[in-house]
T-cell receptor, first 114, second 114 residues
Framework: EAGVAQSPRYKIIEKRQSVAFWCNPI?????LYWYQQILGQGPKLLIQ????????DSQLPKDRFSAERLKGVDSTLKIQPAKLEDSAVYLC????????????FGPGTRLTVL | QKEVEQDPGPLSVPEGAIVSLNCTYS??????FMWYRQYSRKGPELLMY????GNKEDGRFTAQVDKSSKYISLFIRDSQPSDSATYLC??????????????FGTGTLLAVQP
């Protein structure tokens, strides 16, 4: 079974530029999550989708971050404009259902904002 | 006060040692407790999962939850160099099934020396 795929793996941008990350969850997984992991910290949930609907985006900085999951499969996370403090690893995870199902994580995209 | 506290380490032990990793938490509503292992430049992978209080054993790994003390532990017996990774505790309240938002600790970096 293929795991969660993410691209790009690494991205370096200047502050105030925009950037987009892509995630392809495990086939058949209805729930998709985006996490932000700052160096030395645990992952923090940014947004959770159930199919193509948003379940929780309470910690998403909506003035600069946006995410979509068209057709309930792939998802993109965008930052516009980026700030220095956005430097982090952006992890995508998926689970079969909501509730207590195991979340499977992708390898992440490491973003550096200069 | 953070919802979940975890000693960041680093923790260095010789091969074959017993390792004890711990987290404390403040929110008594947490009911689901997990340990994730994260190798360098990889996404977290679920290692152990426990519901409510008690012990759970899987091979060389034992997870303990003490809800009365708001304290969870992961024990690794006969530690191996391949166990060298960051160990993240995570907790969830499972908001009535609508979301299984995970709250992570900061992670403990473990190095097992051959």
């Amino acid at each position: 079974e293929a795991g969660v795929a993410q691209s790009p793996r690494y991205k370096i941008i200047e502050k105030r530029q925009s950037v987009a990350f892509w995630c392809n969850p495990i086939s058949g997984h209805a729930t998709l999550y985006w996490y932000q992991q700052i160096l030395g910290q645990g992952p923090k949930l940014l947004i959770q989708f159930q199919n193509n609907g948003v379940v929780d985006d309470s910690q998403l900085p909506k003035d600069r971050f946006s995410a979509e999951r068209l057709k309930g499969v792939d998802s993109t996370l965008k930052i516009q404009p980026a700030k220095l403090e956005d430097s982090a690893v952006y992890l995508c995870a998926s689970s079969l259902r909501v509730g207590t199902d195991t979340q499977y994580f992708g390898p992440g995209t490491r973003l550096t904002v200069l | 006060q953070k919802e979940v506290e975890q000693d960041p380490g680093p923790l260095s032990v010789p091969e074959g040692a017993i390792v004890s990793l711990n987290c404390t938490y403040s929110n008594s509503a947490f009911q689901y407790f997990m340990w994730y292992r994260q190798y360098s430049r990889k996404g977290p992978e679920l290692l152990m999962y426990t519901y409510s209080s008690g012990n759970k054993e899987d091979g060389r790994f034992t997870a303990q939850v003490d809800k009365s003390s708001k304290y969870i532990s992961l024990f690794i017996r006969d530690s191996q160099p391949s166990d060298s990774a960051t160990y993240l505790c995570a907790m969830s309240m499972n908001y009535g099934g609508a979301t299984n938002k995970l709250i992570f600790g900061t992670g403990t970096l473990l190095a097992v020396q051959p």
